[in-house]
């Protein structure tokens, strides 16, 4: 390319085209960097203490991070019973309001049915070779998923700190579920 | 089936079900050295799915083989995998 006729105005504009492509060079790099790491990150809320609900949040947290998805779960209400290290090995099943166990709510509402209920299911549950509960958050906590528990519920509840398992993060709120959600691909309420 | 590979490690799982297959087998790779091939044993019918959907979205394994062999009382799901980085 012919440079034997530039003016001083062109030399300008070059020198500052130069500068300006190098920025967005830099700006470029920058994003590249901070977009380069691809590793998914998926937040759950989990509300619900009863023996059913306490599987698919554990379930899902434990696989997913061998997946090396980066893993948050943040337990709320009724939620917080799958972290108290006394409670989460007596959570319970109920037949009353759930059509599909089969046993009208008159009869699933006499005293000793959800014991037998959560006696039967723990018996299929080993059967099964379904994992405890307690082995899914061991599972999930080994694997650096982050099981948090809201400050709110627990002191609502009236939930001791050292309650819950060793490795729960404690002392969190909405803001924080928020801020976290936010930068993750994938959230669900359980 | 030819063997073009060696099994350097066995994974046993039988009894197990979802999702201690995964977990188990993701924990076992994670010990293993670049080129090693682990082969897990299985009898949850749902390692199938399970296994290839874990090793296609890692970057650091390959599924090499996945075999269901008749052992007479029960049928075990066999997963051959190599870790590649």
């Known amino acids: 390319m012919s440079t034997d006729t530039p003016s001083q105005s062109t030399d300008v504009d070059v020198a500052s085209l130069k500068a300006r492509v190098e920025e967005l060079e830099d700006e470029l790099a920058g994003i590249e960097a901070a977009t380069a790491d691809d590793t998914k990150k998926m937040v759950m809320i989990a509300t619900k203490g ?140 359980v | 089936m030819s063997t073009k590979y060696d099994v350097t490690d066995t994974l046993d799982v039988k009894g197990l079900s979802c999702p201690m297959p995964v977990v188990k087998t993701k924990q076992s790779v994670d010990e293993l050295e670049a080129g090693d091939v682990l082969r897990v044993l299985a009898t949850d019918r749902g390692s199938l799915s399970d296994i290839e959907g874990w090793a296609g979205s890692s970057d650091s394994v390959e599924l090499l083989d996945q075999e269901e062999v008749d052992e007479g009382s029960e049928t075990v799901y066999q997963h051959d995998i190599r870790r590649v980085d």
């Open chain 1, 50 to 189: 009863s023996l059913d609900m306490a599987y698919p949040p554990l379930i899902l947290a434990s696989t997913a991070a061998a997946f090396d998805w980066d893993v948050t779960v943040f337990h709320t209400f009724w939620g917080l019973d799958i972290l108290h290290e006394e409670k989460s090995k007596n959570l319970k099943l109920s037949a009353v309001g759930n059509p599909s166990m089969g046993v009208p709510n008159i009869v699933a509402a006499i005293p000793g049915m959800d014991a037998m209920a959560t006696r039967m299911m723990g018996k299929r549950i080993e059967e099964n070779g379904t994992a405890s509960i307690q082995e899914l958050i061991d599972l999930s906590l080994d694997q650096g998923v982050e099981l948090q528990a809201c400050q709110m519920t627990a002191d609502l509840m009236d939930y001791d700190e050292d309650a819950f398992y060793d490795g729960v993060t404690t002392g969190v709120g909405a803001a924080a579920a928020l801020a976290e959600m936010g930068d993750a691909e994938i959230q669900l309420l």
